[in-house]
């Protein structure tokens, strides 16, 4: 939908490809599906649901045994985004790197695109 030939919507680190690998193996899902919502303190907050069947309409990436599927209307808000999985002492979670985001609220989970239409700044989703 909104591509650039040769160039994937979102990177996933290796790290976030051993991750969604691992929840993907669980219980046979067929990947993880990536959106936005309205919502949160900012305005917008990332989904992420479990997938048993592709939609024909979804970006798909796929990273070694990981696989990712970004909703249609999710897709310009996306774009440029690198997903990561971080673990530390207190937490662990994806992580969502996205050039597109002005404005997060303090708690990491709610973001606040451009024009409230398109997507940066690092937010947290476990």
Do not use: W
């Amino acid at each position: 939908m909104f591509s650039i030939p040769g160039k994937q919507a979102v990177t996933i680190t290796p790290a976030a490809a051993r991750q969604i690998a691992k929840l993907m193996q669980k219980d046979g899902h067929m990947g993880l599906r990536i959106g936005v919502k309205k919502g949160g303190c900012a305005g917008m907050e990332y989904t992420m649901d479990y997938v048993t069947e592709i939609d024909p309409h979804d970006e798909v990436i796929e990273q070694d045994d990981a696989r990712v599927m970004i909703a249609p209307m999710a897709q310009m808000f996306l774009f440029g985004t690198e997903i990561d999985y971080e673990v530390s002492l207190l937490e662990s979670g994806f992580k969502f790197r996205n050039p597109n985001v002005v404005d997060a609220c303090g708690c990491g989970e709610s973001i606040k695109f451009k024009d409230t239409a398109n997507a940066s700044v690092s937010a947290k989703v476990s």
